[in-house]
Nanobody
Framework: QVQLVESGGGLVQAGASLRLECAASGHTNDPYAVSWFRQAPGKEREFVAA?????????YARSVKGRFTISSVNTKNTLVYLQMDRLMSEDTAVYYCAATLTRSQANIGRESNYDLWGQGTQVTVSS
């Protein structure tokens, strides 16, 4: 059974950078679409960034566009990074990666689109 494991979170000062990693274990014949979501204390989980199963098409939430970069190191998207630059206190949250074999990109920013989720990694940005 495929599992997703996130790593790379931590405590940093505002303006610093972090790189999160999402690794999928197990075998797949098809590529995943992978997204990052985050949940801040007292808030609902929100979409952050996604890379489609084609490995090229990417999407970003308006709040992170220009500061965060999602990328994949292989064609199956089984190892995906989220490079987070110029971090702000508002980026403090638990970050989750999610994956699906669904090819359609119509709902790529919706939680319901994903059937595989990681356990989350904490990112804390101090101002």
């Amino acid at each position: 059974q495929v599992q997703l494991v996130e790593s790379g979170g931590g405590l940093v000062q505002a303006g610093a950078s972090l790189r999160l990693e999402c690794a999928a274990s197990g075998h797949t014949n098809d590529p995943y679409a992978v997204s990052w979501f985050r949940q801040a204390p007292g808030k609902e989980r929100e979409f952050v960034a996604a890379i489609a199963s084609d490995g090229r098409t990417v999407y970003y939430a308006r709040s992170v566009k220009g500061r965060f970069t999602i990328s994949s190191v292989n064609t199956k998207n089984t190892l995906v990074y989220l490079q987070m630059d110029r971090l702000m206190s508002e980026d403090t949250a638990v970050y989750y990666c999610a994956a699906t074999l669904t090819r359609s990109q119509a709902n790529i920013g919706r939680e319901s689109n994903y059937d595989l989720w990681g356990q989350g990694t904490q990112v804390t940005v101090s101002s």
